[in-house]
């Protein structure tokens, strides 16, 4: 019923730049919170950065003044432009959003497949 695709990963060297896109669609009612989500091999997944519907932005310390999360919300679609990347950031990329679908009465969360974002020279 509802699908989040994610796009924009690949490989960058240190210091450059890359732009995740990630696109909900299907029978959705209503789009709260979304964010975005990475998971380096053999770790945890750790949060990366959210927004609210209102536009209010919150980011972890180690991609804040780097990373920048947007969204439009007429595409339903949630951005993460990323800049000055490090080796550390290597990982899958996952979207999340906090939504409710026409046949539902309240809000779940829901996830992308992942995009590889690996940094190296």
């Known amino acids: 019923q509802v699908q989040l695709v994610e796009s924009g990963g690949g490989l960058v060297q240190p210091g450059g730049s890359l732009r995740l896109s990630c696109a909900a669609s299907g029978s959705i009612f209503s789009i709260n919170d979304m964010g975005w989500y990475r998971q380096a091999s053999g770790k945890q997944r750790e949060w990366v950065a959210g927004?609210?519907?209102?536009?209010?932005?919150n980011y972890a310390p180690s991609v804040k003044g780097r990373f920048t999360i947007s969204r439009d919300n007429a595409k339903n679609t949630v951005y993460l432009q990323m800049n000055s990347l490090k080796p550390e950031d290597t990982a899958a990329y996952y979207c999340?959003?906090?939504?409710?679908?026409?046949?539902?009465?309240?809000?779940?969360?829901?996830w992308g497949q992942g995009t590889q974002v690996t940094v190296s020279s």
């Open positions: 999340n959003a906090y939504l409710k679908l026409r046949t539902s009465s309240r809000y779940e969360g829901y």
């Open positions: 927004i609210s519907s209102g536009g209010t932005t």
